[in-house]
């Protein structure tokens, strides 16, 4: 079974520009949660979504957003970036419905640099 | 609020046994355990269910005390293949939409 899979890998942008990343999960996954990791503050949430419905949202600007298509793939998007966006962004799949799926599956995460 | 882990970090030779703690100042409704080797995604070791439910790979161990609002990871017998990042991940709502708040890490590393 292929694994939670995301593009890019690797991105440089400027401040003030907006990136979109995107996530496919693990087929017959219907949960995606987009997470933030940085030296200083760890694994940070951003949101989840499922079944094309974003059920949870962390405490980040509205800057961030994202989907997620019918096929269960999603995308995260950033616009204004700034310096403090620079991070790795994680993104999880798992079953979700049900407290027994809540196993959650990363992938491998972009690193954004922005200069 | 994020969960406190502890220790921060901490040093193993090959064989020892280590404990890390995750405690949290919200009532508890799952704690999940997560270890990530450098340059590498988190990968799943274990869930704790408020109840005593559990979910996760045989050789690790863990316990859940809904009282006190922690958790520990009991890493016995090291190996060098444990080393890496271990995080804990606290939901305080149950039900399907939840979402985890990760605390800081522990990094062990294991020495031969």
């Known amino acids: 079974k292929a694994g939670v899979t995301q593009t890019p890998r690797y991105l440089i942008k400027t401040r003030g520009q907006q990136v979109t990343l995107s996530c496919s999960p693990i087929?017959?996954?219907?949960?995606v949660s987009w997470y933030q990791q940085t030296p200083g503050q760890g694994l940070q949430f951003l949101f989840e979504?499922?079944?094309?419905?974003?059920?949870n949202k962390g405490n980040f600007p509205g800057r961030f957003s994202g989907r997620q298509f019918s096929n269960s793939r999603s995308e995260m998007n950033v616009s204004t970036l700034e310096l403090g966006d620079s991070a790795l962004y994680l993104c999880?799949?798992?079953?979700?419905?049900?407290?027994?799926?809540?196993?959650?599956?990363f992938g491998p995460g972009t690193r954004l640099t922005v200069t | 609020q994020q969960p406190v882990q502890s220790p921060q970090a901490v040093i193993l030779r090959e064989g020892e046994d280590a404990v890390i703690n995750c405690s949290s100042s919200?009532?508890?409704?799952?704690v999940h355990w997560y270890r990530q080797k450098h340059g590498e995604a988190p990968v799943f070791l274990m869930i704790l269910l408020k109840g005593g439910e559990q979910k996760g790979h045989e050789k690790i161990s863990a316990s859940f005390n809904e009282k006190k609002q922690q958790s520990s990871l009991y890493l016995t017998a090291s190996q060098l293949s444990y080393s890496g990042t271990y995080f804990c991940g606290t939901d305080h709502s149950g039900g399907s939409n939840y979402k985890l708040t990760f605390g800081k890490g522990t990094l062990l590393t294991v020495n031969p």
């Open positions: 999880a799949s798992s079953l979700g419905g049900s407290p027994r799926s809540y196993e959650q599956y």
């Open positions: 979504y499922f079944s094309e419905t974003q059920r």
């Open positions: 087929s017959g996954h219907r949960s």
């Open positions: 919200k009532a508890l409704y799952s």
